[in-house]
């Protein structure tokens, strides 16, 4: 059973600064993808940012040079530092793993989600 822990949302002026952390539990092997996720009401959740396990990242455009994505794979865990907020960057934020099993197949793991709010 994997788990998905997340913490670090809030409320926070523009141009203000958070970090997001996911820690998961359960068998999550060695070959995955972990990383962040968001979405607003009425829209389909998007990609923020990811990072495979051998360090490979993909970004959002619009967060590229604002936010990092970075993974403890010691302590499974991944973390989304967003800097230069922003209010369009308010948004309920998911942690995802997504998982790759030897045999080829694909399972996708979902924290509860956390509020991240940009306004003054």
């Known amino acids: 059973q994997v788990q998905l822990v997340e913490s670090g949302g809030g409320l926070v002026q523009p141009g203000g600064s958070l970090r997001l952390s996911c820690a998961a539990s359960?068998?999550?092997?060695?070959?995955?993808?972990m990383g962040w996720y968001r979405q607003t009401p009425g829209k389909q959740r998007e990609l923020v940012a990811v990072m495979t396990s051998g360090s490979h990242t993909n970004y959002l455009d619009s967060v590229k040079g604002r936010f990092t994505v970075s993974r403890d794979n010691a302590r499974n865990t991944v973390y989304l530092q967003m800097n230069r907020l922003k209010p369009e960057d308010t948004a309920v934020y998911y942690c995802n793993l997504h998982l790759i099993g030897a045999d080829g197949s694909a399972n996708d793991y979902w924290g509860q989600g956390t509020q991240v709010t940009v306004s003054s």
């Open positions: 359960g068998s999550i092997g060695s070959i995955n993808v």
